[in-house]
């Protein structure tokens, strides 16, 4: 991961937790190391949440969307995220990235 946050034009996409923790009984604890890892090396400003809610098998994974979007919450409060790195994470960088602006919408 380092070796890709070392380069600028590279960006992650914050998803897939339920399904690469690989069985049910996830929590905010599992999550944690990983998604401390990407906002670490990445910066908020480079990470960009992204839910699969549509892809989220909610049988297979043990959890329904709403469960799964409070544990990264959850996950990001434990490792102290600020409000403003929040911002970027859920929507700044996904503006940026996407080159989308608010005076369209």
């Known amino acids: 991961m380092s070796k890709l946050a070392s380069q600028p034009n590279v960006f992650v996409k914050l998803s897939g937790l339920p399904q690469t923790f690989a069985h049910c009984g996830w929590t905010a604890q599992d999550f944690e190391p990983y998604i401390r890892q990407v906002v670490e090396v990445f910066g908020a400003e480079r990470v960009n949440f992204a839910g699969n809610w549509f892809v989220l098998n909610e049988v297979k994974w043990c959890g329904e969307?709403?469960?799964?979007?409070d544990t990264v919450l959850e996950s990001l409060s434990r490792i102290n995220t600020s409000a403003a790195d929040l911002d970027m994470i859920f929507w700044g960088t996904a503006q940026r990235l996407y080159n989308i602006s608010l005076r369209h919408l």
């Open 65 to 69: 969307y709403g469960r799964m979007f």
